[in-house]
Structures are given as C-alpha cells and as structure tokens.
Antibody, heavy 118, light 108 residues
Framework: QVQLVQSGAEVKKPGASMKVSCKAS????????MHWVRQAPGQGLEWMGI????????TYARKFQGRITLTRDTSTSTMYMELSSLRSDDTAVYYC???????????WGQGTRVTVSS | DIQMTQSPSSLSASVGDRVTITCRASQNIRIYLNWYQQKPGKAPELLIF???NLHRGVPSRFSGSGSGTEFTLTISSLQPEDFAVYYCQQSYNTPPFTFGPGTKVVVK
C-alpha cells in the first residue's frame, strides 16, 4: 500500500533553515510527482510546490520562490523540502502529497509540524 | 494565478441534513476541480476529483457538480463523521494548484 512517512517535528529560530523529508513506499517512486502543502495553525491549505522524482526542474508557488528547494533521492525513495530564512509565519504543518498524474494529490503524508520561534 | 473562493466559510447543520458548499474559480478551469475533507489533526483526504468523480471508498452521499468557474459539493444526508473542513482545489493546466480557503461544517 502507498505510504508517505515524514520526518518528525522541528523547532527553529527565525532566520534558520528547515528540511523536511518524505519517504515513499508502495509504488514506483519515479512515476508520480509529489506536491508540498502547508497549513498554518487554524488556517487553510497552502500549495507550495511540486517535483517530478523522475527528473526535471521543480515548480514553486510564487510566494516561496527564492526560499524553497524541493529535491529527491531516488536511491532511498525520499523527497525533501527545504525552506530558508524562516519567519514566525512559517510556523505550520508541512505535508507531502503524492500526485495522481493529473495535478491533484491522492495520498498524503502524516504531516510535519515546524515551529519557528525565538 | 488562479484564485479560489468558497462559500460559506462555515455552516451549521444537523445529522440528516442536505449540505451544499460552493467553490468558485477566478477563471475557467473546465472540470479540473477536486474536493478534500480534513478532520482535526489529520491530513486531508480526497473525496471527489474532476468535479464529479467519487474517489474510491468515498460514500455515495457525497457528490460534486459544476464546470467552468462554479462548482458544488453536496452531502445528501449529513452523518456524524462528516463534520469537518472541506477544501476545493484546482488542478487546471499549470502550477500553482491552489486550494480554496475551506468550509467548516459544524454541529447545529
């Protein structure tokens, strides 16, 4: 069965960087793109970007351009989302979510809570 | 970028009620509209894709309709497990694949 297992919660200082991992299993890793979505406390879902694990340049939401980097390691079937220059409003739960090949996700990771606080 | 809006932002309903949520896109997205349900502390779950197609395992009391810029999610007879937040998401053409702001369904 498809599983996306994300790394654990993190606490970061303002100005630092964060890197969340998402280990995929149960399907051909390079056959499905991966979305990254975040949710601030009490807020809605915010689409951040998408990566093709088979190669090619990721696409990022305009809001995160210059601060976000999506990468993948095909040897371990793991996706990574790195966000730099963290601010308090980056405090959120970050999700990876597997694309269906039709630009919407079907399977989601359990979420990684990141708190940015001095 | 395509902007998504939802109405209402919150609604109160009772078990057995028929519930309708509306989602609007800022431009024509044809049928590339999906619906998700999210319960507290959980990841979202896909309910409906391509405007009107039920994802596997989703109860038939959920249905979706619409095309172009206006879409609806209907729950024909609300069940206790349906109290949650519902999001629409557009998947038209190229990124960003934006979500609507959500509609919270609470107990009346």
């Amino acid at each position: 069965q498809v599983q996306l297992v994300q790394s654990g919660a993190e606490v970061k200082k303002p100005g630092a960087s964060m890197k969340v991992s998402c280990k995929a299993s149960g399907y051909p890793f390079t056959s499905y793109h991966m979305h990254w979505v975040r949710q601030a406390p009490g807020q809605g879902l915010e689409w951040m970007g998408i990566i093709n694990p088979g190669g090619g340049r990721p696409t990022y939401a305009r809001k995160f351009q210059g601060r976000i980097t999506l990468t993948r390691d095909t040897s371990t079937s793991t996706m990574y989302m790195e966000l730099s220059s963290l601010r308090s409003d980056d405090t959120a739960v970050y999700y990876c979510a597997r694309d269906t090949n039709f630009n919407y996700p079907d399977y989601w990771g359990q979420g990684t809570r990141v708190t940015v606080s001095s | 970028d395509i902007q998504m809006t939802q109405s209402p932002s919150s609604l109160s309903a009772s078990v057995g009620d028929r519930v309708t949520i509306t989602c609007r896109a800022s431009q024509n997205i044809r049928i590339y509209l999906n619906w998700y349900q999210q319960k507290p502390g959980k990841a979202p779950e896909l309910l409906i894709f391509a405007a009107s197609n039920l994802h596997r395992g989703v109860p038939s009391r959920f249905s979706g309709s619409g095309s172009g810029t206006e879409f609806t999610l209907t729950i024909s007879s609300l069940q206790p497990e349906d109290f949650a937040v519902y999001y629409c998401q557009q998947s038209y053409n190229t990124p960003p694949f934006t979500f609507g702001p959500g509609t919270k369904v609470v107990v009346k």
